[in-house]
């Protein structure tokens, strides 16, 4: 059974922190200490020096603040999107600390199935947060992780549809992706496509940039060189929609070709009111992580025993909604 949270519960969404481009290991609570009895959870994210995930640590080290005498909290990170090998070493490395349980994001949807299926076989309870992991390789792997995240494909037709919506049939658009061995960016595709072929917009060319801004730049620039007249460029997630803006600037396009985004970080939410954004979603990043800790402590606590998905809000974020 999937249980939908409302986004009621997100009356307060914690500060931006500032990025970090080093992979970071560090356990947040100061109380930790050799015998400590108190569960604890290791939070692994993929980059750090994406904006979504610094929010995300602050997120839990707040939950974990106000909750420190329930859990420890160790948070890690890795250098960069396809960093793979090294979050499945943090995973190894979470283990062998003796961690309770983990709250990964994966980086990738396929790769950190088998490295997760040791973690449960020793005894660990993991969640799976933002970018769901391949049901087929869990299945073969004969394991199952539960997710606690967002519909990524409905987050991204909401801001699909709200983009039509400013243009005409017929029109021409780009998509720029994230990794596209990561289900998060398959979903995210499929909804900025499900938006388009509604409307009757043309899609001229839809690339990985994986998630990474500076590749955004430039393949962006690219598509607006080889395709002129296109009217937007759907990006996947906000740093590629930064690489994008930068892209249009320098075509001399600005207010030509409109840009959106996903994830609402902070810098994308002042380029919509700069107006130099249309849209983005917001999963509640700074919140993501609390509910996957708060569902590994109601596994660890044995308050369920139904490991189940549990789906987050997403909602569209406007120049009108901010």
């Given amino acids: 059974m999937r249980h939908v949270l409302l986004t009621s519960l997100f009356a307060a969404v914690f500060a931006v922190a500032g990025c970090s481009s080093k992979s970071d290991t560090a356990t947040t609570d100061p109380k930790a200490s050799e015998g400590d009895a108190r569960p604890k959870v290791a939070l692994i994210m993929k980059s750090l020096a994406n904006e979504f995930f610094s929010t995300m ?27 793979l090998s090294r979050q499945v070493a943090l995973v190894d490395e979470m283990v062998a600390a003796g961690a309770d349980a983990i709250v990964i994001a994966p980086a990738d949807s396929k790769a950190l199935v088998p490295a997760l299926r040791k973690a449960i076989n020793k005894g660990v309870v993991v969640i799976n947060i933002d970018n769901q992991l391949d049901a087929d390789v869990l299945a073969s792997e004969e394991v199952a992780i539960p997710f606690v995240g967002p519909d990524n494909k409905a987050g991204a037709k909401k801001v699909g549809d709200y983009l039509a919506g400013k243009l005409s049939s017929g029109d021409k658009v780009a998509i720029l992706e994230g990794i596209r061995t990561s289900f998060n960016a398959q979903q995210r595709l499929a909804g900025f ?57 320098s075509a001399g396009k600005a207010g030509d070709v409109l840009v959106v985004g996903f994830d609402n970080i902070s810098a994308v939410q002042q380029a919509i009111r700069d107006g130099k954004i249309l849209a983005t979603a917001d999963q509640y990043g700074g919140q993501l992580a609390v509910f996957g800790i708060e569902t590994a402590l109601q596994l660890i606590n044995g308050e369920t025993d139904d490991p189940s998905d549990v789906e987050t809000p997403v909602d569209l974020v406007t120049a009108e909604t901010l």
Avoid: C, F, T
């Avoid at 640590?57 to 960093?83: F, M, P, W």
């Avoid at 598509?223 to 690489?243: C, F, Q, T, V, Y």
């Fill in 193 to 249: 496509e499900s938006a388009m072929q509604a409307a009757g917009i043309e899609i001229v060319s839809s690339q990985s940039a994986e998630w990474e801004m500076a590749k955004a730049n430039s393949i962006a620039a690219s598509i607006l060189s080889e395709h002129p007249d296109i009217k937007a460029i759907l990006a996947a997630n906000d740093s590629m929609a930064l690489g994008a803006i930068a892209a249009v600037k």
């Fill in 57 to 83: 640590a602050e997120g839990a080290k707040s939950h974990q603040g106000e909750h420190a005498d329930e859990y420890e909290l160790i948070v890690n990170g890795i250098k960069d999107e396809r960093d």
